[in-house]
């Protein structure tokens, strides 16, 4: 168990609808992060909050958005679902910022586009 | 973009032999990282390297950090049905160090 949960494990929704995720990292973690992993290309880094401010982005869509908490949790936001975003949705969290490549895990949504 | 290429991307093996993944790229990291991912679950940190040449064993597993930290290598010996799973190579890019590029993984099957 890394300590960082999310919520739900599963969701089937269909095409056109908004979906949110939510995580909350390990206990004095300030750090979240967002990855997407799919079979085709593998694990994706989506973006980074730390403290409740965006500090960093990846390859992520217009259609998704982030944000993180005063209590540290955090949420992504998918909005207009295409089958193509059916995936593994993975929140990490780090500790201390000069070891922010140390990033553990939580078990992930699988999201599934109908 | 810097990519990380894991080989072999899949290992089927019997219990008791042994075993190397490599992870390689042309670009240099500010560190690697090893993760070991069941199905339906996230990735696990096994072990993180940060200084070229650098060497950690983890028991029976032996990782390794190339000179020049652009490539690492995870050897398992006695290989044992527990070790079976997915494992990921991750590095730390010189610039954003947090935005981990991922390897697309090496399928590992320790057969009894």
């Known amino acids: 168990d890394s300590g960082v949960t999310q919520t739900p494990k599963h969701l089937i929704t269909a095409t056109g609808q908004r979906v949110t995720l939510r995580c909350s990292p390990r206990?004095?973690?300030?750090?979240v992060y967002w990855y997407q992993q799919s079979l085709d290309q593998g694990l994706q880094f989506l973006i980074q909050y730390y403290n409740g401010e965006e500090r960093a982005k990846g390859n992520i869509l217009e259609r998704f958005s982030a944000q993180q908490f005063p209590d540290l949790h955090s949420e992504l936001n998918l909005s207009s679902l295409e089958l193509g975003d059916s995936a593994l949705y993975f929140c990490a969290s780090s500790g201390p910022r000069d070891r922010a490549y140390e990033q553990y895990f939580g078990p992930g949504t699988r999201l599934t586009v109908t | 973009t810097q990519l990380l290429e894991q080989s072999p991307q899949f290992l089927s093996i019997q219990e008791g032999e042994n075993l190397t993944v490599y992870c390689n790229s042309s670009s240099v990291f500010s560190s690697l990282q090893w993760y070991r991912q069941e199905p339906g679950e996230g990735p696990v940190l096994l072990v993180t390297?940060?200084?070229?040449?650098e060497v950690k064993k983890l028991k029976r597993l032996t990782f390794q950090f190339g000179d020049a930290r652009k490539d690492s290598s995870l050897h398992i010996t006695a290989a044992q049905p527990g070790d079976t799973g997915l494992y990921l190579c991750a590095g730390a890019p010189i610039q954003g160090a947090q935005k981990l590029v991922f390897g697309q993984g090496t399928r590992l099957t320790i057969n009894p």
């Open positions: 206990s004095g973690d300030l750090s």
């Open positions: 390297v940060v200084t070229g040449g």
